[in-house]
């Protein structure tokens, strides 16, 4: 039983990764450039630009997924906007779902 579980964890684990890079892919698939969006109308080609550089679109599309990747999944460090560490999330997640898995 536990090499039937084991197996299946690891075949998780390509599917997990294409299931990341769909999603990941997803912001150049959607139309318009997410820099002019966050800078506004009013904004000059300039300041596009330099939101374009530090929010790292200027990399190229492979780099920034490596990144993405190593951080979420060897150290946890994705941020989510209200300053919390995703490996944070995922703990208290873990802890709510065992407190209630073994209330029942």
């Known amino acids: 039983m536990f090499s039937y579980i084991l197996r299946r964890v690891f075949a998780t684990i390509p599917v997990m990764l294409i ?3 769909f999603v ?3 912001l150049y698939i959607a ?4 820099a002019a969006v ?3 109308d ?8 330099k939101i374009r550089k530090n929010l790292g679109l200027d990399r190229p599309f492979l780099i920034r997924f490596s990144e993405w990747f190593f951080n979420l999944f ?3 460090k994705i ?3 209200f300053k919390k560490l995703i490996s944070e999330i995922i703990l208290f997640s873990n ?3 065992i407190f209630l898995f073994l209330k029942k």
């Not at 139309?31 to 997410?34: F, I, L, N």
């Not at 009013?42 to 630009?49: G, K, L, N, T």
């Open 79 to 81: 941020v989510f906007r």
């Open 42 to 49: 009013q904004a000059s080609p300039e300041d596009v630009e």
């Open 31 to 34: 139309p318009g450039d997410p």
């Open 74 to 76: 060897l150290f946890g």
């Open 38 to 40: 966050i800078a506004g």
């Open 24 to 26: 990941f892919s997803l």
């Open 95 to 97: 802890f709510l779902f």
């Open 19 to 21: 299931v990341a890079l």
